[in-house]
């Protein structure tokens, strides 16, 4: 099994920043991709950002510019995120899929209000 535990969730005004950090424990084999959704109250869960076999990177383009998704060796992958806006307020999830299965970690929330 694996683990993804998230971290760096708040409260943040309009123009400022948040970091957020998904690392990953357990039976980790291979990583073909991790990265971060996000569900709006009310709304569908939409990709955010996703690192695919380590180096290519996509994003949505309403993050575009403005959030930068990165992985460190330790099986860690972190967002960050600048200039945010009151539409970046959700529930972050982070996602790893390898070997055909996909985990999901429980969610931070990320509150833009000022």
């Known amino acids: 099994q694996v683990q993804l535990m998230e971290s760096g969730g708040g409260l943040v005004q309009p123009g400022g920043s948040l970091r957020l950090s998904c690392a990953a424990s357990?039976?980790?084999?291979?990583?073909?991709?991790m990265g971060w959704y996000r569900q709006a109250s009310g709304k569908e869960r939409e990709m955010v950002a996703l690192?695919?076999?380590?180096?290519?990177t996509i994003y949505a383009d309403s993050v575009k510019g403005r959030f930068t998704i990165f992985r460190d060796v330790e099986n860690t992958v972190f967002l960050q995120m600048n200039s945010l806006k009151p539409e970046d307020t959700a529930v972050y999830y982070c996602?790893?899929?390898?070997?055909?299965?996909?985990?999901w970690g429980q969610g931070t929330q990320v509150t833009v209000s000022s």
């Open positions: 690192i695919i076999n380590g180096d290519r």
């Open positions: 996602n790893l899929i390898g070997r055909g299965n996909s985990y």
């Open positions: 357990g039976s980790i084999f291979s990583i073909n991709v």
